[in-house]
Every structure is written in structure tokens, then in C-alpha cells.
């Protein structure tokens, strides 16, 4: 069983950045993928951004350009670097992860095995 946590998350005003980590309990193995995800309240749960173990990421068209999903396999964590925020960006953020994958990474919630419980994230106008 893999536990992950998020942290990371907090009010900003619109324009600022935060950084937001996710830490699992045990190394991922080398064909993992793992992922960010958010919901705000009323709305559908979103694919924020996928990354495999030998680096290779995607992201959701709303947050291209702004948002970086990377990860530090020595420390079993996951970041997502999150620029240029925008009021829309304000959600629930939650972290989530695959072992033994032999596909590409999907932003599918029901795909992944493991979630963790999120982190809030408020953007101001």
C-alpha cells in the first residue's frame, strides 16, 4: 500500500506562485506514473499534469505554460510548480499514483491506484 501526501498549498494573490509537494511512503518503481489532480467546489475533478519515471510529462491545456509537474526519486516526492496563478486555479489540489505501468501516463482519475487526501489552494483576484 502507498500513502501519499500533499503539502505545499495556501492562499496567494493572483500572479504569485506556490510550490506544491507530495510525498509517498515508499520508492515508486521505475515504470510508475504519477500525477496532480484538482476539483473546486461544483466542478468536475481535473487532470492537472502526468509524469512518468524517466521524465516524460503532460498537462492539461489550462495550465500549460504555467504549471511544472517534476519529481526527486531520492526523496519520493513529487512537486508541482505552479506560476502565474489564476482565481480558476483555486481547488483542491490532490496527488495520485500508478506502479507498473506499460502505457503512457493518462490524467484519469479512476487510473490511478493511490491518492492522497489534497491540499487546498485559494488564488485572490
Known amino acids: 500500500q502507498v500513502q501519499l501526501a500533499e503539502s505545499g498549498g495556501g492562499s496567494v494573490q493572483g500572479g504569485g506562485s506556490l510550490r506544491l509537494s507530495c510525498t509517498a511512503s515508499v520508492n515508486m518503481d521505475s515504470r510508475s506514473c504519477m500525477a496532480w489532480f484538482r476539483q473546486a467546489p461544483g466542478s468536475e475533478r481535473e487532470g492537472v499534469a502526468s509524469?512518468?519515471?524517466?521524465?516524460?510529462?503532460a498537462y492539461a491545456d489550462s495550465v500549460k505554460g504555467r504549471f511544472t509537474i517534476s519529481q526527486d526519486n531520492a526523496k519520493k516526492t513529487l512537486y508541482l510548480e505552479m506560476n502565474s496563478l489564476k482565481p480558476e486555479d483555486s481547488a483542491m489540489y490532490y496527488c495520485?499514483?500508478?506502479?507498473?505501468?506499460?502505457?503512457?501516463?493518462?490524467?484519469?482519475?479512476?487510473?490511478?491506484?493511490?491518492r492522497g487526501q489534497g491540499t487546498q489552494v485559494a488564488v485572490s483576484s
Open positions: 509524469i512518468n519515471r524517466d521524465g516524460r510529462t
Open positions: 495520485a499514483a500508478r506502479p507498473w505501468v506499460f502505457e503512457s501516463c493518462r490524467l484519469l482519475w479512476d487510473w490511478y491506484y493511490y
